[in-house]
């Protein structure tokens, strides 16, 4: 069974940072496209980041220069740094995986989802 768990949520001012990270058992990590999505209430899931198992990234236009995807496989942990945040990131935050080659910001092609943590900023 593929389990993940996020964590690291919390509430912060505009401007600030937080780091989320996202704990994965019961598969072969490093074989998973790993992703972060994030909903806010009334509005579609959304892709954020996506980290493939060779390393190799990709950001959602609204993040890309103040979030950043990283995995470390020896941990099979994923993190989310979030700098620079804007009241617009508030949402939940749900760490996702993929079985297979490819790696995706579609939701509807992931195969395993968290619980999500939420993420609040202020103004």
């Known amino acids: 069974q593929v389990q993940l768990a996020e964590s690291g949520g919390g509430s912060v001012q505009s401007g600030g940072s937080l780091r989320l990270s996202c704990a994965a058992s019961?598969?072969?990590?490093?074989?998973?496209?790993m992703a972060w999505f994030r909903q806010a209430p009334g509005k579609e899931r959304e892709g954020v980041a996506d980290i493939d198992r060779y390393g190799r990234t990709d950001y959602a236009d609204s993040v890309k220069g103040r979030l950043t995807v990283s995995r470390d496989d020896a941990k099979n942990t994923l993190y989310l740094q979030m700098n620079t945040l804007k009241p617009e990131d508030t949402a939940i935050y749900y760490c996702a995986a993929r079985e297979g080659r490819g790696c995706s910001l579609n939701p509807v092609v992931f195969d395993y989802w968290g619980q999500g943590t939420q993420v609040t900023v202020s103004s």
């Open positions: 019961g598969y072969t990590y490093n074989r998973y496209c």
